[in-house]
């Protein structure tokens, strides 16, 4: 079986999030998710979410692509993740490009995906503010 993983807040769940999530599930059997907690959002990205985690955590359980949700907590966690959840492939979108090929070291392919065209969830809040 080969196990994937993705990294992520998912506030304000949209298609750019469902199509990352069914095209990183391409890459394998088993998809986790590992879920920015809202004091690891709050703490390290400054990010307010407008959903709490349990609320996000359901949104991405009820989603046919997803097998796991796990809690991020921090950075440096991604490592032994790979390790404790035997994963072969860690997927992220490319705005993350270059920033993560450390974990081959770790014996995981890394893979950047193309964002979605025109939708993130900051364009949302900005229309929604402005």
Known sequence: MR??????????LH???????????????YLIVALSTD???????QKKCYFS?????????????VDLVIPETSWEQK???IHEYHVDTFVIGDDWEGK???LKEEGAEVV?????PDISTTSIKQDIKG
């Open 3 to 12: 196990r994937v993983i993705t990294y992520g807040t998912f506030d304000l």
């Open 15 to 29: 298609y750019g999030h469902i199509n990352l999530l069914r095209r990183a599930k391409e890459y394998g059997d």
């Open 39 to 45: 004091e690891f959002n709050w703490n390290e990205k």
């Open 53 to 65: 985690y349990e609320r996000r955590k359901q949104l991405l359980e009820a989603i046919r692509y």
């Open 79 to 81: 490592r032994s993740d």
């Open 100 to 102: 993560f090929d450390f």
């Open 112 to 116: 950047y995906l193309e964002r979605t």
